[in-house]
RNA sequence: GGGCACGUAGCUCAGCUGAAUAGAGCAACGGUUUUCUAAACCGUAGGUCGAAGGUUUGAGUCCUUCCGUGCUCGCCA
């Protein structure tokens, strides 16, 4: 039930006979900021003023005659100018509308299902996960749980890049940290080639360990078997930063996999059907190139498809370019089929967009592709900028983040902004238990409400008596009864732009009003929801109680972040 | 130089795809507790929405130009 919603069908079909509405999607029944402005709000008169060169309040007078003919919701309608029809409810709808609350409240009625591929981290599988990349897990993992939410099927899958030069120097690594720990007068080299951080040495020994290979005396000989086994260990790594962050993905597709399997050879066959393929040279790049000469190679012509330089495929030794079997991985995730195609990617891979829709677009026409970027995270320590770890180099690894501030708290300060600004997040500010810490504020609501309902004996799914609802008419009681209903509208906002960060802001009001309300019986004794005389108000108020619960527990699922009953 | 973001209160950000008087939190100042969980609540103050044009009945929101910040820019993945 979404009230907003559910008054926009009523109202175009109630004018439509005596309207000709050209575009019904600009008919729109909101919230207004200002309450005085009524609870909810039509601007039918202003647009079809607008498109019929008229009075708008003559119009509005109109539809306003003809809505009071067949409903009987409303205390109070007013016309204003420029064009608005605010509306007044009854307060006996509220209480109908708050009975209708269900344990599924947010998931709408009409359900298009889909069946949408989502990926997000696909971090290289040469080491553990960094703060960036856990938001762009937290907030791909969200999502993911915001469809389903709302009724999809969602694949969460995970491209591994385990193909190429960024691997063979990795797996070198591996090789000469065995080495050195076989034998301590062969130092590990300096050589810029090689990742030198220390869980590359945590991943020799595990190797080491398994003793899946005899000898290590050349590389070469050794390098097929070592390459299985380095990544093995480093996605090993990589689940489990994620597991910590309560992140499972349900696909995990090689690019190793598709290079085999040739994939590349029918997008290459496609491209050259539509003519998007030719030999030729590129323009030098403005910026500062160091040793730039112009070189003749094979290019995808994606200016035809809204990029802004055409893009090798192959290397000047004819290998083939990341791109290119990027173009067949995608060209393998059209293939499986899927009804929309959700890809997160770091702030860092901005310019690569375009690049990735000329791609896809040039696939297949019919599959939507969504493309988002998860921006960077900078850390703060009592307001200012701060390193955690010198292990990691620049980099602050997810382990030490869940392992600072815990599952719970890393997943909702990460989801707490558009995915598109960066973020601060602040160690201590997390770590604080006060209101100055929105995860804990929204927790603590849903703790007062738990510590309600064990005194007066029931749980969340009790059915209670609800002849006693319209004792609710103090404007707090609206107020939190309007802020319920206000749930369906953010999910579906979210899922329109897949936005979530509007989930955890729209908790933190819900979590506030609570907090007004429960703080007014400190004050003022009639307030109270169990030591109150009137045993009738009590019931409904815990009525009241239980429909919050529901809302911040569906919204905290979304988020999967816990919600404790004691604190 | 090109591309993509972002620029809203002292700070961190919302602003529902164009609508009515621009909203929160923090910080500042003042108040509330013999606790149904004060880990909370109430109040005051704070703005030329980066700048200038344009479209529109109407612009923080759309378009153009400029300024600032970040990421990125042919054989890295």
Redesign the pocket.
Known sequence: MNI?ETYQIKFIDLIKRDFSIEDSE?L?V?????S???DI???AP??L??MNKTD?IKIGEKIKNLILKSLDDFEKI?V???????FFFKKNKWIEFIKNVQDDFGKPEKINSKHINLEFVSA?P?GPLHIGHCRGAVYGDTVCNLLKFVGNKVTKEYYV???????T?FVKSVYYRIIEIKDKNKKFPIDQNLYPGDYVIDIANVILKKNKIKNFENFETVQDILTELSIECALEIIKKDLNALGIHHDIFIS?KNIVEKQTLNTVIEILKKNDDLYMG??P??????????????LLFRSTKYGD??D??L????N?W???A??MAYHYNKIERNFDLYINVL??????????LKAATHCLNKNKTFEFK?S??V?LFKS?KPFRMSKRAGDYILAQELTEAVGKDAARFMLS?????????FDFD?VLD??????V??VQ?AS??I???F??YKIKISDKLDTKFLNLLDSNIEINLIKKIL?WP??V??SV????V??IP?YL??L???F?????????DDN??????KNKNL?EA?VFLLQKIFTVLKNGMSILNVHM????
């Open positions: 907003f600009k729109i909101e919230m207004p900021k200002n005085s402005f009524g709000s039509f601007n202003l647009v003023a607008s708008p007013e204003v100018k420029p064009g608005f029809i605010n290289n040469t890049n385990d193909y190429g030069n960024q691997i120097k690019e040279t590129l030098k790049p403005k910026g500062d190139v160091e040793d730039w000469e112009p070189r003749d190679q802004d330089i893009r090798p192959q290397k000047s030794d290998t370019t990341y791109f079997n990027d770091g702030a860092d891979h901005i310019g690569y967009i375009k690049r970027i921006q960077i900078k307001g707490y902004r558009s995915s598109n600004s960066p973020l601060d500010l238990k006060s209101k100055e810490n929105p804990f504020y603590y703790a007062r738990n510590s309600v064990r005194k206000e509208k953010v579906m906002q329109n732009t897949l936005e960060h509007r802001f933190y009001e979590s506030s009003l907090h007004s309300f429960w703080s007014l019986g400190k004050t307030f109270k929801i169990l030591e109150n009590t108020r404790p009953d004691e604190m």
